[in-house]
């Protein structure tokens, strides 16, 4: 199966401590999200690259979450200094986009995710 | 900005009942829309998707959607739930040119046997 691959798939930290997650996408694609889900709600975006330039930043993330994809490739969640509100599920999607204003999205294929809980 | 509403939140049907979850978004312009479904212990797999022309679009497993632009709507149906359906369905929404999606809070259905 050559779907994306999260890592790990459970974390428990204590607060304050820093975490790190990776995604691995699918291979051709260009495009990868990072998204959060709490209890009850649909997937909230953190936020995307486009090959290793990161495109876009929610409000959400705050300046304790930092992502990186270097060279386009895999990618890196961090979050410093973890609060009991960080505790949710971290998504990780993929898709191949190309770029234009009338370009349609084909959707995306996610991750299985890594389910952080904060203690 | 953008946002995704779904009617329901929960959902029991017996097998073989018809289903309809609503969908409605707000954005005025050229839209994609989508469908994914989690069954119990997977991940977000997608159901199905509009980006132009039919507004009824058909996807895996017998279920299909309608895009209704004038009521902003892209509800999904099936005509006779099984079992095998019991999941929680998201309705999402991005701007055409390759913007983010934007996901709408799931409704969890229950088919019993």
């Known amino acids: 199966d050559t779907g994306v691959s999260q890592n790990p798939r459970h974390k428990i930290t204590k607060r304050g401590q820093n975490v790190t997650f990776r995604c691995d996408p699918i291979?051709?694609?260009?495009?990868l999200y990072w998204y959060r889900q709490t209890l009850g709600q649909g997937p909230e975006f953190l936020t995307y690259f486009q090959n290793e330039a990161q495109l876009e930043k929610s409000r959400l993330l705050s300046d304790r979450f930092s992502a990186e994809r270097p060279k386009g490739s895999f990618s890196t969640l961090e979050i410093q200094r973890t609060e009991q509100g960080d505790s949710a599920m971290y998504l990780c999607?993929?898709?191949?986009?190309?770029?234009?204003?009338?370009?349609?999205?084909?959707?995306?294929?996610f991750g299985s995710g890594t389910r952080l809980t904060v203690v | 900005a953008q946002s995704v509403s779904q009617h329901n939140h929960h959902v029991i049907l017996s097998e073989a009942a018809s289903l309809e979850l609503g969908c409605n978004y707000s954005?005025?312009?050229?839209?994609?829309l989508f469908w994914y479904v989690q069954y119990p212990g997977q991940h977000l797999q997608l159901l199905l998707k509009?980006?132009?022309?039919?507004?009824l679009v058909k996807g895996i497993k017998g279920f299909e959607a309608e895009f209704i632009k004038s009521k902003f709507s892209f509800n999904l149906r099936k005509p006779s739930v099984q079992w095998s359906d019991t999941a929680e369905y998201f309705c999402?929404?991005?701007?055409?040119?390759?913007?983010?999606?934007?996901f709408g809070a799931g409704t969890r259905l229950f088919v019993k046997a």
């Open positions: 509009y980006f132009s022309g039919d507004p």
């Open positions: 999607a993929s898709s191949f986009e190309r770029q234009g204003l009338s370009t349609p999205n084909y959707g995306y294929t």
């Open positions: 291979s051709e694609h260009n495009r």
């Open positions: 999402a929404v991005s701007r055409t040119g390759g913007f983010k999606t934007i």
């Open positions: 954005y005025g312009g050229t839209v994609n």
